[in-house]
């Protein structure tokens, strides 16, 4: 069983930069692939990003590829996601999850589990 805390989320200004975190409970967390999505209001889930188990290789959705970056620390049981260049359209709640099976494909959310609660990013014009 893993839980997963994001923190972090804010109100930023447009242009701004924000850090997300996503704290693990767990020993298994440097086993684990982590992804980070997002949901607007009346929108559906959508991928951000993922970062392998060791931390070697990463993905990204391509509404945040070039401003958005994840990272993680396993000693530290957390993964990160560092946001520049904010814009109106990246206001949402942000969320970190494990990924428990690649059978859907890359950033679907089907492939994720033990879902964080949340964190409100929220970028101001």
């Known amino acids: 069983q893993v839980q997963l805390v994001e923190s972090g989320g804010g109100l930023v200004q447009v242009g701004g930069s924000l850090r997300l975190s996503c704290a693990a409970s767990?020993?298994?967390?440097?086993?684990?692939?982590m992804g980070w999505f997002r949901q607007a209001p009346g929108k559906e889930r959508e991928f951000v990003g993922t970062?392998?188990?060791?931390?070697?290789?990463?993905y990204y959705g391509e509404s945040v590829k070039g401003r958005f970056t994840i990272s993680r620390d396993n000693d530290k049981n957390t993964v990160y996601l560092q946001m520049n260049s904010l814009k109106p359209e990246d206001t949402a709640v942000y969320y970190c999850?494990?990924?428990?099976?690649?059978?859907?494909?890359?950033?679907?959310?089907?492939?994720?589990?033990?879902w964080g609660q949340g964190t409100q990013v929220t970028v101001s014009s």
């Open positions: 999850a494990v990924q428990i099976t690649d059978w859907y494909g890359l950033g679907d959310p089907r492939g994720f589990g033990y």
């Open positions: 767990g020993r298994t967390f440097s086993t684990y692939a």
């Open positions: 970062i392998t188990s060791s931390g070697g290789r990463t």
